[in-house]
């Protein structure tokens, strides 16, 4: 059973640029969830992806924007980059559709973004 | 809206010695309560997780936690604590829309300290 897996690993830009990163979900799982965590806090929800449409989304403003694919992998876009924007990017994917209750979320090893 | 309150921003315990960590949420109806545990430039490992049922639940690497309505809490215990065990513990609060699991909650996180 493959894990989350998350890429790059590392990535600096500049302010007002912008950004990609990209989860793969484990193996079975058909919902994403990304999560920005600032130093020496906790993840923060962004939002969610089920079914390649947008699920739910946390208090971040528009220029934070998702993609899901049919194979359930996913992109997290940032516009017009800010030096808050600087934090661990977490994904999370999770299997939506059984039975009996809410999901369990498991995570990648994140991406640092650094914005200059 | 639904909030998580983790009392202890560092705690130092021996090795050996016993663990509790606290946490406090904020829940309108049943809270879905897990705890995480991270490890530096790592992403989150799910230590375990209460739904319904027993409100003792048990989880991986010897930890257990206690959910208790009457008091808001899910307190993270071990009874004897590894020198591995040294990492950020964090508390989260999930909600159910009926679909799924949406975005996580979580506390800001305990930062665990094992003296030798």
């Known amino acids: 059973e493959t894990g989350v897996t998350q890429s790059p690993t590392h990535l600096i830009k500049t302010r007002g640029q912008q950004v990609t990163l990209r989860c793969s979900s484990q193996?079975?799982?058909?919902?994403v969830s990304w999560y920005q965590q600032a130093l020496g806090q906790g993840p923060q929800f962004i939002f969610q992806?089920?079914?390649?449409?947008?699920?739910g989304r946390g208090n971040f403003p528009p220029r934070f924007s998702g993609l899901q694919f049919p194979n359930y992998s996913s992109e997290l876009n940032v516009n017009a980059l800010e030096l808050d924007d600087s934090a661990l990017y977490l994904c999370?994917?999770?299997?939506?559709?059984?039975?009996?209750?809410?999901?369990?979320?498991?995570f990648g090893p994140g991406t640092r973004l650094t914005v200059t | 809206a639904q909030s998580v309150t983790q009392p202890d921003i560092h705690i130092t315990v021996s090795e050996g010695a016993s663990l509790e960590l606290r946490c406090n949420y904020s829940?309108?109806?049943?809270?879905?309560l897990f705890w995480y545990v991270q490890s530096p430039g790592q992403g989150l490992q799910l230590l375990l997780k209460?739904?319904?049922?027993?409100?003792l639940v048990q989880g991986i690497k010897g930890f257990e936690a206690e959910f208790k309505r009457s008091q808001s809490s899910f307190n993270l215990r071990k009874p004897s604590v590894h020198w591995s065990d040294a990492a950020e513990y964090f508390c989260?609060?999930?909600?159910?829309?009926?679909?799924?699991?949406?975005?996580?909650?979580f506390g800001k996180g305990t930062h665990l300290i094992i003296q030798p």
């Open positions: 209460y739904f319904s049922g027993d409100t």
């Open positions: 992806y089920y079914r390649e449409e947008e699920n």
């Open positions: 989260a609060v999930g909600s159910y829309s009926g679909g799924g699991a949406d975005g996580l909650t």
């Open positions: 193996s079975g799982h058909n919902t």
């Open positions: 999370a994917s999770s299997n939506r559709g059984k039975a009996g209750g809410p999901d369990e979320q498991y």
């Open positions: 829940y309108g109806a049943t809270p879905y």
